[in-house]
């Protein structure tokens, strides 16, 4: 179970950088601040509803998982494992019957290979959707905001600077930032 309390996170009150860093960390500096602020996550770009009431261990201890594990099901949950459904056709089914360890194994690695093969493209959409998620919320009001959006998603660097040079530093420090983090 993953610890949200480790999460990067960054929070702005209005266009000014207030916050960054672990999500514990950046919800006590926006409670501190007076609660008013939007929280990013980092690696997506979505806001994060914050619950500021009560004392700074009342928050921190919301962001904390769960302490009992939820009950085991099937699969390999210590490897991560997960079990869920998939739908094909008849024919995949039989392929996948036919090959050595069978349909998991079979699937795993084909997996792995479209990951290793796709040349970062998935990496590369997932920042620009970050980046998209926080310049509406952010900057969407802006001059040059639908400019950038088209310069973003066109992998436009040049053109990207270029229509957010009129916007407040720390906002175009931030979306910058997400839009060409290493892809």
């Known amino acids: 179970m993953s610890d949200h309390r480790t999460l990067p996170c960054t929070a702005f009150a209005g266009d000014r950088l207030l916050a960054a860093g672990p999500l514990a960390d950046v919800v ?3 409670k501190a601040a007076g609660g008013d602020a939007l929280v990013f996550e980092d690696a997506t770009g979505r806001v994060i509803d914050l ?12 962001l904390a998982p769960p302490a009992e594990p ?3 099901g099937r699969g390999r949950p210590k490897l991560g494992v997960v079990s869920r459904e998939v739908t094909l ?19 795993r690695k084909l997996v792995e290979q479209a990951m290793r093969s796709d040349g970062g493209k998935q990496t590369r959409r997932a920042a620009q959707e970050a980046a998209y998620r926080a310049m509406t919320a ?3 009001d802006q001059p040059g905001y639908e400019e950038a959006i088209r310069a973003l998603f066109a992998d436009d660097r040049t053109g990207f600077a270029r229509s957010i040079e009129g916007w407040p530093h720390d906002v175009a420090n931030f979306v910058t930032t997400l839009a060409f983090r290493s892809y």
């Open 28 to 30: 006590l500096a926006v």
């Open 51 to 62: 619950d500021l009431r009560g004392s700074d261990a009342d928050i921190l201890a919301r």
């Open 70 to 72: 939820a009950p085991r």
């Open 89 to 107: 056709l008849p024919r995949h089914w039989d392929w996948l019957a036919a090959q050595s360890g069978g349909a998991s194994v079979a699937l």
């Open 138 to 140: 952010l900057a969407g």
